[in-house]
């Protein structure tokens, strides 16, 4: 019964992913790695949209991988992802969407999937490594106790730009999160703002504020 559920889940992501993708047709880029799946935006630099799945067995492994922080551009769309270069002296953070810790226990390759400048969007430090990163945390903390949660992760909006690409800065991030076993959704909307963290409960939203700022529809 999980199993059908969880391909039922991932028809309905897959269709999904597809109608937005043909929404944003002239700008968007659809492209799949073996963790995640970005729709990154070739205008603004950074992912609308990636989704991906975070199981106990990926993230629950008693001897993870040393992290890499190999940041390099994807070599599925190498000419719009070349920005390593444009972040340095920025101010910005190249933040993770699908994290790297989500993906230290499958071998060295899928971690350096997850380090494609496909999967990055500029945040400020103080979002990165405050309550971004404790959203992060507690999805693995779900993902081990309750086996399987799956995730989309985006960004909106232009706050400046910045580098000779003219990499986008995004004014909002936003997570979804959806607990299979609990058949539960989580929402969280964050600005990205320099502002000291906030704590997760300052972010909650729900999943129909999100459908409505970013047009995406999550499978009910």
Known sequence: ????????????????LLT????????TVRVKHNNYTTVFSKSKRYPILVEWWATKAK???????????????????M????????????????GHMCPAADNQCQGIDIQVECF???NMSAQYHSLN???WKALETLTRSLAINKDSVHVWAGNIGTLKTF?????????????????VKDKEYLAYLFDNTADKPQGLHTHEVT????????GFRFPK
């Open 1 to 16: 019964m999980l199993k059908k559920l969880l391909f039922i889940l991932a028809l309905i992501t897959f269709l999904t």
């Open 20 to 27: 937005v993708t043909a929404m944003y047709a002239q700008d």
């Open 59 to 77: 993230v629950g492994c008693e001897n993870p991988l040393p992290r890499v922080d190999a940041f390099r551009p994807d070599p599925q769309l």
């Open 79 to 94: 000419e719009e992802s070349s920005i390593k270069e444009d972040y340095v002296g920025s101010g910005f953070d190249r």
């Open 116 to 118: 494609y400048m496909t």
């Open 129 to 131: 490594a405050g309550d």
């Open 163 to 179: 580098g000779p690409h003219k990499v986008a800065a995004p004014k909002q991030c936003w997570k979804v999160i959806y607990v």
């Open 207 to 214: 999943v129909a504020d999100i459908e409505k700022l970013t």
